[in-house]
Structures are given as C-alpha cells and as structure tokens.
C-alpha cells in the first residue's frame, strides 16, 4: 500500500456471509478542537442534501470517524491532559471506488512482538475494586472499564492485510478500515451506534458479554446491565426525537465465532430539523462504553485509565443524502508505522466479579490477537 494512500473499507458480515465496500477518497478534513469537529459536522449536515447518486452505504456520502476524547472534552469529563495522537475527528468525502481494496501477496510479511500492556491481571483487578467503590459511594451506577496492549513489528506492515486477517476471524457486523498514510485504524466491531433513514433513528446497544455457547439470555446480571444502559439511551434519544415516540425492545441475542452479547434496540423518529451534530452532542459517546449516568462515569473512568481513548470507543460512520449509519469504535486497534495498539474491557457493576471481568476483557481481545503475526507464537 503506497505511504501517501487513503483507504477506505468496510466489511459487513451476516453470518458466514460478508459485504465488501470500498470508497474513492475526493477529500479530508480533520477537526483538532471541539469548535473545528462541531464545524465539520455542520458542514457535513449542508453538504449531505445535495448528495447525488441516491444512498449508497459506506460509500457516496462522508465516512470517517469521531474520537472518544470528543465526547470527554464536549461532556467538560477530563480531570487532566493525556497525551493524544490523533485528531478528534476524521472525514472524508468520498464516492464508490472503482475496484475494490484489494492487497499484494507478500512471500515475506513481517512479523509483531507484544511490547506493552497497561494492566496484569492484579492491576485490572485493582482498577475494577476502585471502580467499585466509586459504585458503592453513590457517584455512579456502571462503569465501564479497559486495558490496552501494543505491538511492534518488524517492519511497517500492510495495514489493509491486518484488517482482512481480523475480519475472517472476529466477521464484524460492521467492520470498518481507514487509512492515511502511515496511519490506519482497523476495526471489527459488532456493535450499531446508531441508523437514520429519513426521520427513523435505531441503536443497538450492546450489554452482557460470554462465550458462544452460553446462555446469556438467562443472566440476571447481564440483563439487569442492558437495562441501565436502554435507559440511558432513551433518555439521549429522547434530546433529538418526537415527544413519546422513542421505544426499546430486547433483550436479543447476539452470536459471534468467538463471543456471545446481549443488545436492545432503541428507536424513535427524530423532531423536524435534528441534525448530526445536535444528535452526536445528545448521544456521544455510546452509553454502553461509558456507564451511567454518563458523565460522571466518563471522569471516573479518565481518573482510573492511564490512557486517552482515542480511536477505542469512538465512532465511525458513513453519512449519506437521507440514511446515515454509526458503529461504536469496540474491537479496534490503531496502527502507526511499526506501531500497533488494541483496547479492550467491559461494563462494572456492584455486582461484578473482578476476576471474571478480566477473563472477559481478555474474551475479546484473544480472537483479534490470534490474528496477529506474533513471532514465536
């Protein structure tokens, strides 16, 4: 892949079955500051009316990405400064490629070693107990936790063989790949943020983690999870639709070749004249990656994590004339140069067995590890 080449991708999968799209890139705009990203989302809003070609997902239209640390720094939620690589936001202005993505065979592709965790297990567990009191004390009711690896290979890999290696295995049912020069975010997420087709908004928010073959659905916990996470998506629904017409139904199942969820469905019609940035400062970022009530667990998390989120649990989408889709940036990892790093972690509760809780962070981030060229494996 050429250094000054922009990719864009997206791999839907339903079941066995995966959707290849990919995007020509006509042009970039990136937003550093709060001002600048609430500026592009209007622009996007104007320019998306004038879209010609009809909807064509993850293709004409806009499709790039919004950083966590937008919605820590909208919501006022950071106690200090962490370093941070990237913009807050990412778009591109883009039409139907062509040709689709494709990649060069490479008789010697280099290989990855793990250089860097922010946890053991006896550190995640300590993060989990702390995030436990703050529960106990009444300053929050869930807490959404993480750790994070980093790799460093050999030589600077093919990003796009990354994301395709990833994809085979996790089949993301929203699978989403940029890249911008030596930059690349590579992500395998399941998870809807939210959809707009005309008025009518849906998310999907997803509560409640185990293997395959569990039954979920049995879980009091879990379930009890989802719930706080329904409502707090209704209320952030509620900012930007029709009074009365936000509805939930769920809990549903949620199968994966390596993991088992729960997620609800949400929807409502939106008021007469919503548009994306109204909509993303009502719901961003996603509740189920926060906690609830958001804010508060977002300052809680910034205090216990030794790390700015970035790319990991934010949200990429594509953004058409009349239909617009979101996902919730889970299951990604950012790859610079040599440099490869992946985030994962679940939902806290009173409740939460801290030792399970790891396992479960682990849970899903092994598949996408596994996929990984580690030396000496």
């Not at 460093?152 to 290696?165: G, I, N, V």
Request: proline share 6%; aromatic share 8%.
């Amino acid at each position: 892949m050429p250094a000054n080449q922009k990719i864009i991708a997206a791999h839907l999968w339903s079941g066995p079955r995966v959707k290849k799209l990919s995007a020509r890139v006509l042009e970039t705009v990136e937003a550093r500051t709060v001002a600048e990203a609430l500026a592009l989302f209007a622009r996007i809003e104007r320019d998306r009316r004038t879209i010609s070609g009809g909807d064509l997902p993850w293709q004409s239209g806009w499709v790039g990405w919004i950083s966590y640390d937008f919605g820590l720094e909208h919501l006022g939620a950071r106690d200090r400064r962490k370093r941070r690589l990237l913009p807050l936001a990412r778009f591109h202005r883009v039409v139907p490629a062509s040709r689709p993505v494709g990649r060069s065979p490479s008789d010697r592709r280099p290989t990855c070693r793990l250089l860097s965790r922010t946890d053991t297990r006896a550190t995640y567990v300590r993060k989990i107990l702390d995030a436990q009191e703050e529960l106990r004390a009444g300053n929050a009711f869930e807490i959404n936790l993480s750790q994070r690896w980093a790799w460093r290979f050999t030589r600077e890999p093919d990003a796009f063989e990354l994301f395709e290696a990833a994809s085979r295995a996790m089949r993301p049912r929203f699978g989403f790949f940029e890249s911008c020069g030596h930059e690349s975010i590579i992500s395998c997420s399941p998870e809807l943020f939210f959809s707009i087709d005309g008025r009518k908004i849906i998310a999907e928010p997803i509560k409640g983690t185990a293997a395959p073959d569990a039954k979920l659905l049995a879980s009091k916990k879990d379930r009890a999870e989802l719930l706080m996470i329904t409502d707090l998506f209704r209320n952030d629904l509620g900012k930007v639709c029709e009074p009365g017409s936000v509805q939930a139904s769920g809990p549903h199942d949620m199968r994966l070749p390596y993991v088992r969820h729960l997620y609800a469905r949400i929807f409502g019609n939106l008021r007469r004249g919503a548009a994306l940035g109204g909509i993303l400062e009502a719901c961003f970022p996603s509740g189920s990656i926060t906690g609830a009530p958001k804010i508060a667990a977002c300052r809680i998390i910034d205090r216990l994590e030794p790390f700015a989120r970035e790319e990991a649990f934010g949200a990429a989408g594509w953004i058409g004339r009349s239909q617009m889709a979101f996902t919730v940036l889970i299951r990604t990892a950012l790859l610079r140069g040599r440099d490869l790093r992946y985030t994962a972690g679940g939902g806290i509760t009173v409740y939460s067995n801290p030792a399970k809780e790891y396992e479960e962070s682990l849970m899903k981030a092994r598949t996408f590890m596994k996929s990984l060229p580690v030396k000496n494996r």
